[in-house]
Each structure stands twice: as structure tokens, then as C-alpha cells.
């Protein structure tokens, strides 16, 4: 099969670009050739910017594909490119989503792949919007669409940097220091490793089944975000001690980086995967605490972690809460990690 992957170099991109080698698909990947390269080096590339609408559908014309799978698609004019360049030329797209099209709180859980979407954030609704274009499309001129909607994934290829983006979280729970949680810890999640989610997007390529269908592809392994953090502390063979801040306090003081907390992590997130086990063969086979001791070896090796030293911002955030003050942020140290617009 020739599967073109644009993006293809990202954390869930990589692991779909070295599953479809081993089983030894043509695979080709377009990006505009910045990220590291963790792919197979016979792996094609073809350089552009996705964003050039009229380059983009240029370089595409004259090329075949039998399968695309979009990984960055960001904006609904993405989609509408997207079916430009490939309608009546490729029997198959698959848009990668998110299940932040449904925003929060969910109206049931586990939840279903047919949860109303009322998202709240830019990220959501464009993504929601994408799903809309893409699967519209479904059956005319010859071609199929397929939406798939991750959730929490990580692995190798990805910094362990939790719920506020702190890189140095590991060698703060090695170190037995404070380490921030919103409202308790207690809101149900899953968080997926990205093998087990890429492997269900090499079987939805040219899958029937999976013609003009949504899937969630989140984790079978549930708990909580203490649960979470618990099983961070068993991987790296430290020891929480956790600090419960509101979510409101934290968006207020540091408002782009706990973006993720206001928007996403605060509400419980569960989802019911059967139909992709059903269609896509998904299942989970990687358990939360060896997902995480391969997220940190890969950091490690990849000289990714952080001190404590090198990140201050819980240190100080904990500080200013224990006193009932604002935190004195230095400049830069309040960055949003979101660059898809998350917010609202």
C-alpha cells in the first residue's frame, strides 16, 4: 500500500511511519522538514508548508496514493485543502482528531463515539469542524474518510512533563518534592500509550469498516490523576507529594501554561473503545507505569528531562499558594505549550 503521512515525524506520526515499514508499506511523509528525524531512513520525504494552500495542492498532483492520513490538520481550510488535492486521486483520508471536540464536562462515562460535541476551546471547535468537512465527504467520487480521536498519549518520543508542562517533573518526584495536582487529583483519566494508538491507524487504512466512521483511541486502563501520578512515581522510583490547587487558581495566576487544566484536565475523561476494538482491532497493550519508564528513558536519552533547578515555576506557584499570594513569575516562565489554540 503507498501512504502518504503529512506531518509524519511527530510523536504519534512516528509510530505510525515505523508500523507501516514493518509491515512494508510504500510510505511517503510531507512536512516542512524541522522536527527530528525518528523514522526509518527509507522513509520518503517531500519538504512543504500544508499551509500554502495552492504550493501544496501543487506538489500533490502529480503523485498517487493509495491511503493519506492527515496528522496536522488544525484549521477546517486544512480539511477543505485536503480534499482539493485528493478527491477522485486516493481511495482513502484518515484526519487524526481529539477527543477535545467533545470539550467538558462529558455527559456520560465511560463516553460514547457519538458524544455531542460542545467544545470550548479554538483547538476543539476546529477540530470538530475538520470531522465535520472530512466525513461529509465520505463516498462521493470514489473516495472514503475516517476520523480518529486520541486522547492523553505519550511514550518515547515525548517530554514527561504533566499537567503544567514541567519537564523537570520526574526529578521532582525522584526528589520527594511538592509537585502540583488540580482539585484533589480526583477526576477520572486515561492516558494511552502511542504504539497501542498508532496501531489503529495502520488498521483503519483502506478498512470498510472504517469508511465514514469516528473512533475513539484512548486507553482501556482508567483511574485517576492521582492514580497517574502514582504510577509516574512508581516508573521513575520516587515519591509523590502532592499539592492540590483549584483549577481557577492556577488559570488565574498562569494562564497560558495551565490552559490544559482549565480546558482539558479538569474534567473527568473516560471513553468507551469498543467500537474501535470492534473495527480496528484497538486494544490497550502497553499498561500506564511501563508507558511512562519508556517516556522517561526516552527523555533521558534524549537529554529532554530537567533539573529541578532548570524549572522553577511549581516551586513557585506552590509557594504563592501556601501564602495566599500571587506568584512572582518571571518573565517567559507562563508560555503557552498549546500551539493549536486551546484556548477560548
Not at 511523509?29 to 494552500?53: A, C, S
Not at 503523485?63 to 488535492?85: K, Q, Y
Not at 473527568?268 to 507505569?289: E, I, M, Q, Y
Request: with cysteine.
Amino acid at each position: 500500500m503507498k501512504v502518504l503521512l503529512i506531518g509524519g515525524t511527530g510523536l504519534i506520526s512516528t509510530s505510525i511511519v515505523k508500523q507501516l515499514v514493518e509491515r512494508g508499506d510504500d510510505v511517503t511523509v510531507y512536512n516542512r522538514g524541522v522536527t527530528p528525524w525518528r523514522i526509518p531512513k527509507t522513509v520518503r520525504e517531500i519538504k512543504g508548508d500544508r499551509w500554502n494552500y495552492p504550493a501544496f495542492e501543487s506538489q500533490m498532483k502529480g503523485l498517487t496514493f493509495d491511503a493519506v492520513i492527515d496528522m496536522v490538520a488544525f484549521a477546517p481550510e486544512n480539511a477543505e485543502s485536503l480534499l482539493r488535492a485528493f478527491t477522485g486521486r486516493v481511495k482513502h483520508i484518515v484526519v487524526c482528531s481529539t477527543v477535545c471536540v467533545y470539550g467538558g464536562p462529558l455527559t456520560k462515562l465511560p463516553a460514547a463515539d457519538d458524544e455531542p460535541h460542545r467544545p470550548v476551546g479554538e483547538y476543539g471547535k476546529n477540530k470538530s469542524r475538520i470531522e465535520s468537512i472530512l466525513l461529509s465527504a465520505d463516498g462521493k467520487d470514489g473516495l472514503h474518510t475516517t476520523v480518529l480521536r486520541p486522547s492523553f498519549t505519550t511514550g518515547e518520543g515525548a517530554t514527561a512533563s504533566g499537567i503544567l508542562f514541567d519537564d523537570s517533573l520526574p526529578n521532582r518526584i525522584r526528589k520527594g518534592l511538592p509537585v502540583i495536582l488540580m482539585d484533589g487529583g480526583k477526576a477520572a483519566w486515561a492516558v494511552a500509550h502511542v504504539s497501542d494508538v498508532a496501531r489503529a491507524f495502520v488498521n483503519s487504512l483502506l478498512n470498510p469498516k472504517a469508511y465514514g466512521q469516528a473512533y475513539h483511541l484512548t486507553s482501556d486502563e482508567h483511574t485517576d490523576w492521582n492514580g497517574v501520578f502514582a504510577e509516574l512515581a512508581k516508573a521513575v522510583g520516587g515519591r509523590l507529594d502532592p499539592v492540590y490547587i483549584p483549577t481557577d487558581w492556577l488559570y488565574a495566576q498562569a494562564p497560558h501554561r495551565a490552559v490544559g487544566v482549565k480546558y482539558i484536565y479538569q474534567y473527568p475523561s473516560l471513553f468507551d473503545n469498543s467500537k474501535a476494538a470492534r473495527d480496528l482491532g484497538f486494544k490497550t497493550t502497553v499498561p500506564l507505569v511501563e508507558t511512562f519508564r519508556r517516556q522517561v528513558a526516552w527523555s533521558e536519552e534524549a537529554g529532554k528531562l530537567k533539573k529541578v533547578e532548570e524549572d522553577r515555576f511549581e516551586d513557585l506557584m506552590i509557594g504563592a499558594y501556601r501564602k495566599g499570594a500571587k506568584p512572582d513569575l518571571p518573565e517567559g516562565m507562563d508560555w503557552n505549550p498549546w500551539g493549536n489554540q486551546t484556548t477560548g
